[in-house]
């Protein structure tokens, strides 16, 4: 099992800057990577960003350049960085950490969820 507390949203003007953190505890040697995404209501939850464990990275198209997701393994805590903010970037926001573990041979994957944090860009 792995718990995720997110933090970090608000409101901001666009163009401004807010920084998402994400909090992980439990099972964490069972983590193979932690990522955002967003939902925005009667749509469906799309990846924002995402990091493995050895720190390669991944981005949607959308936010390349404005946003940057990065990890502090001491703290088990990983960030996204959002500037350049837009309207369109309102949304609730979720952690995720996606673990691999191995049980009687058998390779078992999970995914965890954070409880969401609303972020909000007005124009």
């Known amino acids: 099992q792995v718990q995720l507390v997110e933090s970090g949203g608000g409101l901001v003007q666009a163009g401004g800057s807010l920084r998402l953190s994400c909090a992980a505890s439990g099972s964490i040697i069972s983590i193979n990577s932690m990522g955002w995404y967003r939902q925005v209501p009667e749509k469906q939850r799309e990846l924002v960003a995402a990091?493995?464990?050895?720190?390669?990275?991944n981005y949607a198209d959308a936010v390349k350049g404005r946003f940057t997701i990065s990890r502090d393994n001491a703290r088990n805590t990983v960030y996204l960085q959002m500037n350049s903010l837009k309207p369109e970037d309102t949304a609730v926001y979720y952690c995720?950490?996606?673990?691999?573990?191995?049980?009687?041979?058998?390779?078992?994957?999970?995914?965890?969820w954070g409880q969401g944090t609303q972020v909000a860009v007005s124009s």
């Open positions: 990091i493995t464990s050895g720190g390669s990275t």
């Open positions: 995720n950490a996606h673990t691999k573990t191995v049980v009687a041979g058998t390779l078992l994957s999970n995914d965890y």
